[in-house]
Structure formats: structure tokens, C-alpha cells
């Protein structure tokens, strides 16, 4: 079993930056595609970003392109997500997601494992 720990979330104005970090444990990480997903209240859980497990493939979703940077660390087993110009409607919880096979994925039902999440909001 797999246990995903983020942390990183809070409180920034509009434009400033954050960084939210997911440790895994459990299983091999470096097996595994990362993703990172947001829910705001009342809304779907939608993809923000995915990484494969080498690192070497990534998505993101349109409207975060430019601004948020996913990577990962395999010798650390963590994965990290550097959002950058943030925006009020960038304001969710966010979810680390991980996936025993090892692509890149955006469907956030292809993700077998889940973090408990971390708060996120932009004040404008």
C-alpha cells in the first residue's frame, strides 16, 4: 500500500508562488506516473499536471501551462508541483495521486492511490 503525504499549501496574493510537495511511502515510487489534481467546493476533482515515472513525460493542464512546474525526485521519493503567478481561481485543495502504471496520466480514475490533500487559496 502506498501512502501519499502533501504539504506546502496556503494563504498568497494574487501573483505570488507556492510550492506543494507529495512524499510517498509504501511502495516503489520510481514505478509509479504522478499527478497532481484540485477541487474546489462543489466542483469535480480536475487535473492540474502529471509526470511519468522516469520524469521524462509531463502534462499540464492549459489553463496552469507556463506557470506550474511538476516534477519529481525518485531518490527522494516525492514529487513536487511550483506554482508560479498564481491566480484567485488556482484556489482548491490539492491532491497528490499516484498510479502503478508509470505514465503520465490526466483521467484522475486511472489513479490507483491519494494523498489527503492540501488547502490552496489566492486572495485577489
Known amino acids: 500500500q502506498v501512502q501519499l503525504v502533501e504539504s506546502g499549501g496556503g494563504l498568497v496574493q494574487a501573483g505570488g508562488s507556492l510550492r506543494l510537495s507529495c512524499a510517498a511511502s509504501?511502495?516503489?515510487?520510481?514505478?509509479?506516473?504522478m499527478g497532481w489534481f484540485r477541487q474546489a467546493p462543489g466542483k469535480d476533482r480536475d487535473f492540474v499536471a502529471a509526470?511519468?515515472?522516469?520524469?521524462?513525460?509531463?502534462k499540464y493542464v492549459d489553463s496552469v501551462k507556463g506557470r506550474f512546474t511538476i516534477s519529481r525526485d525518485n531518490a527522494k521519493n516525492t514529487v513536487s508541483l511550483q506554482m508560479n503567478s498564481l491566480k484567485p481561481e488556482d484556489t482548491a485543495v490539492y491532491y497528490c495521486?499516484?498510479?502503478?502504471?508509470?505514465?503520465?496520466?490526466?483521467?484522475?480514475?486511472?489513479?490507483?492511490?491519494w494523498g489527503q490533500g492540501t488547502q490552496v487559496t489566492v486572495s485577489s
Open positions: 495521486g499516484a498510479r502503478r502504471l508509470g505514465g503520465a496520466n490526466i483521467r484522475a480514475d486511472l489513479y490507483d492511490y
Open positions: 509504501g511502495g516503489i515510487f520510481s514505478m509509479y506516473g
Open positions: 509526470i511519468g515515472w522516469s520524469g521524462g513525460s509531463t
